[in-house]
């Protein structure tokens, strides 16, 4: 947890037992040259959105999902479509095959019956291809849409952490600075065997 100046000047003033016992130089505890302060670390990104994120990965995930079970569905009924269609050319040329030759008129009826059943088949058949292809059309843009949703907060993210990465360091730069400051401004120390 970051904590400030101020706070780790507060906790370098804190009495000590050595203190209490008559140590410790003008009221303040010798931090060993500034390292003390360096106790202070840099704040983990949090991004308040994460949770929203999190949802709209799983809603792309979840409409990635549909839009394939669309597009084999439209993909069963195109051959659905297909196969009909072809029992009625299979039809057509046994009507024709028979009409050739002699056949009772009410046969004939029959078998132009059947014939248009089929073909009220082929059709229903590919009217559900077109529903089945404008709802995987229509799952389609829910996907690219939920992309959308889900790049763009991911964009907001990546630049919620760079500018978070940018304000660390230079908080970081500025404790640095001061504490060169500081050691700049003390007074040299003296060697032990020195003169006084």
Known sequence: MWCGWAACRRWARRPTDARAAGGGRGGRVKTGGGRADRGCVSRPFRFRLDPVLELRRRREEL?????????????????????AQATVAR???????QAAGPVALLE??????????????????????GRMEDLAEERRRELVQASRDREALENLRRRAEDAHRAAEGRREQGELDELATRRAARPPRRPAGAAA
């Open 63 to 83: 409409l990635q999902g549909e839009f394939a079970q669309a597009v084999l569905a439209v993909a069963a009924q195109q051959e659905r479509a297909v196969e």
């Open 91 to 97: 039809a057509t040329d046994d009507m024709r095959a």
């Open 108 to 129: 004939l009826r029959a078998m132009d019956d059947e014939l248009s059943r089929l073909r009220r088949i082929v059709a229903h058949e590919r009217e559900m291809v």
